[in-house]
């Protein structure tokens, strides 16, 4: 099995930061996995916002370019998502997956999902 424990979410207002922490776990899980954050808006269809792989690739959607940063700590697996430069739009649910497989990941099929950390930015 494999877990996924999401944390740092809240409230901010626009222009501010904040940073997404995933902690993955188990006797399912590899530090090798590509990991990924995903969000979805009320009303909206879940997207992905940014994934990395067990070499540091990194692949970002591109409303949050140059804004958002995923990096990983493998000896902690832990995973993060620094947001800068938070904008309305970005208010969210914010959900880690993980996958064996980049492909599988970023097309949202990953086989692990944490519950996710909601992420709300106020103009």
């Known amino acids: 099995q494999v877990q996924l424990v999401e944390s740092g979410g809240g409230s901010v207002q626009a222009g501010g930061s904040l940073t997404l922490s995933c902690a993955a776990s188990?006797?399912?899980?590899?530090?090798?996995?590509?990991m990924a954050w995903f969000r979805q808006a009320p009303g909206k269809e879940r997207e992905g916002v940014a994934v990395?792989?067990?070499?540091?690739?990194?692949k970002y959607a591109d409303s949050v370019k140059g804004r958002f940063t995923i990096s990983k700590d493998k000896s902690a697996d832990i995973t993060y998502l620094q947001m800068n430069n938070l904008k309305p739009e970005d208010t969210a649910m914010y959900y880690c997956?993980?996958?064996?497989?980049?492909?599988?990941?970023?097309?949202?099929?990953?086989?692990?999902w944490g519950q996710g950390t909601q992420v709300t930015v106020s103009s």
């Open positions: 990395i792989d067990n070499v540091g690739t990194t």
């Open positions: 997956a993980s996958d064996r497989a980049w492909t599988n990941l970023w097309r949202g099929s990953g086989n692990y």
């Open positions: 188990g006797s399912g899980y590899s530090s090798w996995y590509p």
